[in-house]
């Protein structure tokens, strides 16, 4: 995810998938719902403790990986082939190794 439209459109997704509302769910995160709101529409701009506040509540994990495995994970989350799951996660092992350098 590279954006806070993309960010906040999984939120969304998550929560209603959880049946919550967000009044609900800013509640147990501890934030006001305009503040869920805003980020669930790209708008808001939101504290990371808030952010990974909300992603606990909702049983979601924060992952940062270098960018140079974002065209794996795309290939990858399209299913394009068994194959290069065990490609993409060989290559993300290297490049966390390197810490995110080619």
């Known amino acids: 995810m590279s954006s806070l439209i993309e ?3 999984r939120v969304r997704t998550a929560r209603k998938a959880r049946g ?3 009044v609900e769910l800013a ?7 305009n503040t869920l709101l805003a980020l669930e ?6 504290e990371l403790g808030k952010l990974l506040s909300l ?5 979601l994990e924060l992952l940062l990986v270098p960018q140079q ?6 290939a990858d989350a399209a299913g394009e082939s068994v194959g290069r799951q065990t490609e993409l996660a060989q290559r993300l092992q290297q490049l966390m190794r390197q810490g995110g350098q080619p």
Do not use: P, V, Y
Request: some cysteine.
């Open 7 to 9: 960010i906040g459109s």
């Open 20 to 22: 919550l509302t967000a």
């Open 27 to 33: 509640a147990l995160a501890g934030m006001h719902r």
């Open 41 to 46: 529409t790209g708008k808001g701009n939101i």
């Open 55 to 59: 992603c606990s509540e909702l049983g």
């Open 69 to 74: 495995a974002a065209s794996m994970r795309a």
